[in-house]
């Protein structure tokens, strides 16, 4: 059984304040040491009473569920995607479903509005699965397109992890 550890902070600092974890967010994971540290270093920030805020931390939670909603190309032609949290994404079709689908789930993955909410793959020959970057998102998804068809009007499921949250505070 895979366990989830979930830190939040709480603080009144800009993003930039982060200094190399905000260059570091974009999700290089051959950089994670250098993000850990940056992490750590705020921490310690935040223990000396540098930084002020609030740390949360959940331990030993069962494995996060993330909402999700489904995709589904059939007989398409045109512009073809989504709209998906309020931001419409599409392509032009080519080469079908099976030639579309890739080109697809790169501009979602690519768009900086959405993927903040989701990222998207591929998880049949023709259906993209979105999952909520955070599991308790409440993301909007309508399908765009001739032949396109969503699971539903929103992402569904998705929960938190169970974990009893402990806290520290310097304010």
């Avoid at 949360?56 to 073809?80: D, P, Q």
């Amino acid at each position: 059984m895979a366990f989830t550890t979930v830190i939040r902070i709480t603080h009144n600092e800009p993003g930039a304040s982060f200094g190399t974890m905000t260059k570091l967010a974009a999700m290089d994971t051959s950089r994670a040491r250098e993000a850990a540290a940056a992490l750590a270093a705020y921490f310690e920030a935040l223990a000396a009473g540098v930084k002020m805020g609030t740390l949360e931390i959940g331990l030993g939670g069962t494995a996060v569920n993330r909402a999700s909603g489904t995709l589904t190309l059939g007989a398409i032609s045109g512009a073809v995607g989504g709209t998906i949290g309020g931001t419409l994404v599409t392509v032009a079709t080519s080469g079908g479903a099976a030639g579309t689908i890739g080109p697809l789930i790169a501009a979602i993955n690519a768009n900086t509005t959405v993927n903040k909410k989701v990222f998207a793959v591929q998880t049949a020959a023709s259906v993209i699965t979105l999952y909520a970057v955070s599991p308790t998102n409440l993301v909007t998804l309508v399908a765009s397109g001739t032949g396109v068809t969503a699971s539903g009007a929103a992402l569904t499921g998705g929960a938190h992890d169970d974990a009893v949250p402990q806290f520290y505070s310097r304010s």
